[in-house]
């Protein structure tokens, strides 16, 4: 009798350790990356997917990529914490898609936008107000000088006050003025910029229910083992995952 008790119990304690590590797994966030371009592509997108990829695995979250927009479905949308735009480009979504982008948002979704997620969906005003932009003009990739305006925000919290780094720096239009400035670029510290001393290049804003966060940066291939710009993203990410 003794003898049979104990591969039993064994039996039944290893039951009870798979159930609680599916458990876990079912309770694990979830975020989408979505890549579709329909206009320039960016060659760093396989590097930022590998990296967000990454950042879920070291930070408790799962990581699904598509540049399929049939994901844009309210019942398949409704699955995930938080969406990331990885530099999208062109009109990406039709008005189907657009319509459970806006009810995944209103119904307290959450949005992370990278680098060329503002150069997208031009014919879509809700989208521009919600990213807080639109993509204008860019001069050729350079170093400059980021002013970090809010030091407390969890996706900037760790940065200097002043951050030099190599990137393409984005001028934009039809800006959302309601955004809260995260960072902003010295335009005296490189050659091209043409939005002058009020020059954002990172922000966040609650949106109709919402949770939007925005990056320009992330242009380069370097900047996905970049660790300051990977724990800015992680940042941005986990913000618009809220609790």
């Known amino acids: 009798m003794k003898k049979a008790f104990f591969p039993v119990l064994s039996l039944i304690f290893l039951i009870a350790a798979c159930g609680t590590s599916k458990s876990q797994l079912k309770s694990q966030p979830k975020v989408l990356v979505f890549s579709k371009t329909a206009g320039f592509r960016h060659e760093s997108i396989p590097d930022g997917i590998k990296a967000i990829r990454a950042l879920g695995d070291s930070n408790r979250f799962g990581v699904e990529a598509t540049?399929?927009?049939?994901?844009?479905?309210?019942?398949?949308?409704?699955?995930?914490?938080?969406?990331?735009?990885?530099?999208?480009?062109?009109?990406?979504?039709?008005?189907?898609?657009?319509?459970?982008?806006?009810?995944?948002?209103?119904?307290?979704?959450?949005?992370?936008?990278?680098?060329?997620?503002?150069?997208c969906e031009y014919e879509w005003s809700w989208y521009g107000?919600?990213?807080?932009?639109?993509?204008?003009?860019?001069?050729?990739?350079?170093?400059?000088?980021?002013?970090?305006?809010?030091?407390?925000?969890?996706?900037?919290?760790?940065?200097?006050?002043?951050?030099?780094?190599?990137?393409?720096?984005?001028?934009?239009?039809?800006f959302n003025p309601s955004v809260k400035i995260l960072m902003k670029l010295d335009e005296s510290s490189y050659k091209g910029?043409?939005?002058?001393?009020?020059?954002?290049?990172?922000?966040?804003?609650?949106?109709?229910?919402?949770?939007?966060?925005?990056?320009?940066?992330?242009?380069?291939k370097e900047s996905y083992t970049e660790p300051a710009f990977l724990k800015h993203i992680l940042g941005g990410i986990q913000y618009a995952m809220g609790k």
């Open 67 to 119: 540049e399929d927009a049939a994901m844009f479905h309210p019942d398949t949308l409704k699955r995930f914490a938080a969406i990331i735009f990885l530099s999208p480009t062109g009109d990406v979504l039709n008005e189907g898609q657009q319509n459970a982008l806006q009810q995944y948002i209103r119904n307290g979704g959450g949005y992370a936008g990278i680098h060329a997620a503002t150069d």
């Open 193 to 220: 910029g043409r939005m002058g001393k009020e020059h954002p290049i990172a922000w966040y804003h609650e949106f109709e229910g919402g949770r939007v966060w925005y990056t320009g940066l992330g242009h380069t």
């Open 129 to 174: 107000q919600m990213a807080g932009a639109y993509f204008n003009s860019h001069p050729h990739q350079q170093k400059a000088k980021i002013v970090v305006t809010d030091r407390k925000h969890i996706s900037t919290a760790h940065l200097p006050e002043i951050w030099e780094r190599k990137d393409e720096w984005y001028d934009y239009k039809t």
